[in-house]
């Protein structure tokens, strides 16, 4: 029996190599005679130690990493293919690995473990047990189990998708035109949960979006995927031509009758149709221009249908919600925040890579315990948490708990779980001036404080690292970012201040330290 | 995706893709990237084509491109290097990897190199933030790049450049 070997394939482990490795290991194999049966599974998303190959052992996968083309040969040398081997790169059995083994893996229990285009290895793992539950329920007590499981939106903004659910299940008259569209535009820096996804548990996503047309009686879907997501793209295209052929979408799902229609679009490279309304505007095949709510997306949405507009991560968690149970999801988590939260951990981190867990623990335990502090070495010192729009947090905040709630509290947000950690050479000043010039370039122009204030922001923060009316120009820049804050449309402009104000209130000293230099050096001239 | 067609503007071509997308819902975007995928840009003359078979004017086909950062008007070079700009990408090192790349270059994002084998373009974020800096080109990322691997990349990118397409 040849021995099964997992190479990962997602795009994080393709950039470190992983097809060379494959390619690699292949022809070794090939010419020592050695039988090998290479699959490519997605990533446990243990990325400091991607490439992470595991060979099936009768104890379970034992785990190498991180292999690099250098290191194939004495690999063979050691004979890995055999197990566990005192190789250097031996990592023991992976589901040991204490980062692994310490999460609470429910979205992402088949990340890494299956290969993500086999519909057999899907189904073998529990996928498409929930939808086979849903299609003996009716559209209300599907709804009613989202409702119970207690799921808050992930892409951010964590509405309770239950209510959103029931909105667009009550609203129009019977047999309207619905639509249930998934927001793939991950355009957050830091996170790459929705991503991991797309990639690694395609058909995941396939079957909570499937579960959601039945719930409120949509028999259309979209996934708007970013295109900086050429990878996601294909092996979504992938899985959805696999279910038209295995009667999992179309006109009559698994012989139920029920229709559900699937197709992916294509965003082109703009942050703002992440937002809900952009995203909309941007799928009718337009600028992607803010619209005014109300009405909510939920009653006219979609070419002015009602709509869901959900997360990945959202519908991503609906299959184990109603395979499991509500009850189940509901029992992780802490306060108001039920379930899981994939948390991402980024920017200079030792150990980087797809951290979920329950709601609760501190940002702490997972930027140390988890990621192992900054992968050069040099102390932390900020973090922005929840994307370009999250606050960067001091040390004096890192024991807040992961919650919705306490983030909130201190004037954070968890938004889609990225965590992006910054060492003690950051100037928080350059950081704030890039909050501004990112909503410059990215803001869709509909509304005034957004467009005119941050590009007016840019141009105050370049005042005040150069030394020029510091003072006033501090009170200016916080005038500016009320303003932006209680002006704007939409979170693209409101949120754009909260980055800048942790930095002005909590690193103060980078602003006026570049100032006072810039002083210095302008007295000296 | 963003990888350039090689594709000479052929208007009958284009007229063809046009006609298979254009009954979609919201058909300007899936119609927009097939034309930029076949032929590495969105000439005038395909807005021209494009605006009376979905029923709008020049000026809203133009405004749709214009709008959205992935969309091109000009020719690129043989390759598109996107550096990532974002910010997990600038705590581990983006920013000097990117005043590294413009110069040794010689051009700015949106520029084209002399010999038009790099395009170098701004993007904000790849999704592989655990491992920046990171730089696309066509559908590869690349990770942990550091201004030597940068100019290895570049490299291996001009003397690809006979290759047979």
Known sequence: MATRIYIPSDTTAKALGADRVARLIETKAKEQGVELNIVRNGTRALYWLDPLIEVDTPDGRFGYGPVTVKDVDSLFEAEFFNGETAHPLALGLVEEIPYLKRQQRLTFARAGVTDPLSLEDYQAHDGYKGLRNALNLDAQSIVDAVKASGLRGRGGAAFPTGIKWQTVLDAGSEGEQKYIVCNADEGDSGTFADRLVMECDPFMLIEGMTIAGLAVGATQGYIYLRSEYPLADKNLNAAIETAYANNLLGEDILGSGRHFDLEVRIGAGAYICGEETSLLESLEGKRGLVRAKPPLPAIVGLFGQPTVVNNVLSLAAVPFILDKGAQAYADCGMGRSRGTLPFQVAGNVKQGGLVELAFGPTLRELMFEFGGGTRNGRPLRAVQVGGPLGAYLPESQWDTPLDYEAFSKVGAVLGHGGVVMFDDTVDMGEQARFSMEFCVAESCGKCTPCRIGSTRGVEVIDRIRSGQNVDANLELLSDLCETMLDGSLCAMGGMTPFPVQSAMKYFGEDFVKNASDAQALAEEA | ?165
Not at chain 2, 47 to 75: D, K, M, N, W
Not at chain 2, 93 to 121: C, N, P, Q
Request: proline share 6%; with cysteine; hydrophobic share 40%.
């Open chain 2, 1 to 165: 995706m963003s990888t350039p067609g090689s594709a000479p503007w052929d208007p009958q071509v284009a007229g063809a893709i046009i006609d298979e997308l254009k009954s979609k819902p919201g058909a300007l975007l899936p119609i927009l990237h097939a034309i930029q995928n076949r032929f590495a840009y969105i000439p005038e003359a395909a807005v021209a084509l494009i605006a009376p078979a979905l029923r709008l004017s020049r000026a809203e086909v133009h405004g749709v491109i214009s709008f959205y950062h992935h969309f091109r008007t000009q020719q690129p070079g043989r390759h598109v290097v996107e550096i990532c700009r974002a910010e997990a990408c600038q705590a581990q090192g983006a920013r000097a990897l990117e005043a590294h790349a413009k110069a040794s270059l010689g051009v700015d994002y949106h520029g084209t190199t002399a010999d038009r084998a790099v395009t170098l373009e701004p993007v904000y974020c790849l999704g592989n933030c655990s491992c920046g800096a990171s730089v696309r080109v066509g559908d590869e990322i690349y990770a942990r790049m550091t201004p030597e691997s940068f100019d290895e990349l570049v490299d291996s990118l001009r003397t690809e450049r006979l290759e047979v397409q």
